[in-house]
């Protein structure tokens, strides 16, 4: 389809006015295309050949009509570090409508309402940092928010200097968050609640439609998804940086890429956040955390479902949390199914690993080759030991399962490749002279993380020293 043929529709405008406010996109000054998703212009059956046309990089910039948009920013509150904020909203993401159920939004296309004394705008790092890391997520089959396009421009923005502005076109099912169902309950808006929770409903959970106490079921599903991700998450070593409950998914889906970051060394206390001084939001405390933010979900919806029953929903969090992780490390070990004394050896191994400063990725990776051998495997850590022992238990563990299947299951579940910070940071540098090449690589590796690259190999080693466990601020 050309993108003159493209039919918007806006179903989150049906919803009551104080859920969102009317605004129109400020244009890039001198906007140029960065790098265009294929797939996801494939998903939402934009013709390839469109990506190479100027009115692309018009649309991106929100600068090319197209039927049907009405474009507005939303309305949302949210719990940051832990303290509860009433108003938030877009600041610089602006909706421009629907195809097939996915919501397009620019973000970085200027200032709105919710925009705090902000400029409304995206700096070309963090832009390139989402736009890669979104794909790299859905590379890794977890399920996160997409884009469709990056656009870079000579427009100026001021932050610790001046730097370039850019725009990333983001997809997702929903961009509302725990936060948005915060705002109308602490507000006192009982009916615009329902409203929000009934469009919900019917766009992601079209399942629950019709069934009895389908807000208490409502929450069950968001806890369930919930717990899923983030097992995901620390299955593959990846640390958000933000999770206030503005940044949380109400469909389970990793929202917002601020100071994010793929673990280097295995730590469990890494902060990928330079402002999270206390570590509320360490890699270790996500499942927590997570938990800790359904709670306000779960207040938030209270005026519609009964507290009794969510509060019993929420005690089985951590038994599913738990399952789904033992799940996804069981694929990643080459373990069929969970045994007595599994939990334990996933717990030591995690242990191991932080002790002898091991590249968690790396590790894995090797591990997926490992037939007896252990060289490769030491050589990744500082000391033989305690990996020797651990490996003991290993051997033991998968000496009645076939090598050939293990292996295969193993090198699906242990990707070659994650997108670290040192990575991303090259490609921003020479994106700052003007140089994409980087981008697209590591678009490439981000699209199939499981797959071979001989002239990517340096990709695939532990991160360089000096490059090791850095913290990023929430604009990167």
Known sequence: MKLNELKLTNPYLGLPDECYDRVEASPLDKPYLIHANKAVAKILNIDES?????????????????????????????????YFVPRLGDGRAINIGTIDKLQLQLKGAGVTEYSRNGDGRAVLRSSIREYLA??????????????????????????????????????????????????????????????????????????LKGKNDVYTMLFNEVMVITSRLMAQWMSVGFTHGVMNTDNMSIAGLTIDYGPYAFLDDFRHENVSNHTDTEGRYSFTNQPEVAKWNLQRLMQALSPLADMDKMEKILLIYDKIYIRYL????????????????????????????????????????????????????????????????????????????????????????????????????????????????????????????????????????????????????CSS
């Open 326 to 473: 033992h799940y996804y490390m069981c694929k990643k070990l080459g373990l069929e199914g969970t045994v007595e004394g599994d939990p334990e050896l996933i717990d030591d191994m995690f242990d191991m690993l932080e002790t002898l400063h091991v590249d968690y990725t790396l590790f894995m990776r090797t591990l997926s080759h490992y037939e007896g051998d252990r060289e490769a495997l030491l050589s990744t850590g500082l000391y033989h030991n305690p990996m020797n022992d651990w490996l003991d238990r290993y051997d033991a563990r998968i000496k009645q399962i076939d090598k050939t299947e293990r292996k295969k299951q193993m090198l699906r579940a242990n990707p070659k490749y994650v997108l670290k910070n040192y990575m991303i940071q090259e490609a921003i540098d020479a994106a700052n002279i003007g140089d994409f090449s980087v981008v697209d690589d590591l678009f490439k590796i981000a699209k199939n993380p499981f797959e071979e690259y001989p002239e990517f190999e340096r990709w695939a080693g532990a991160t360089p020293k000096e490059f090791k466990n850095q913290k990023l601020s």
């Open 50 to 82: 469109e990506l190479d046309t100027d009115d692309f990089v018009k649309f991106l910039n929100g600068d090319h009509s197209v039927e049907g948009s009405d474009t507005f920013a939303m309305c949302y509150a949210g719990h940051q570090f832990g």
């Open 134 to 207: 979104s794909e790299a997520m859905e590379g890794l089959s977890i399920p996160t928010t997409y884009c469709l396009g990056l656009i870079g421009s000579e427009h100026d923005v001021r932050r610790e200097q001046i730097e370039k502005a850019a725009i990333v076109c983001r997809v997702s099912p929903t961009w509302v968050r725990f936060g948005t169902f915060e705002y109308f309950a602490s507000q006192g808006m009982f009916e615009e609640l329902k409203a929000l929770a009934d469009y919900v409903i019917d766009e992601n959970f079209p399942h």
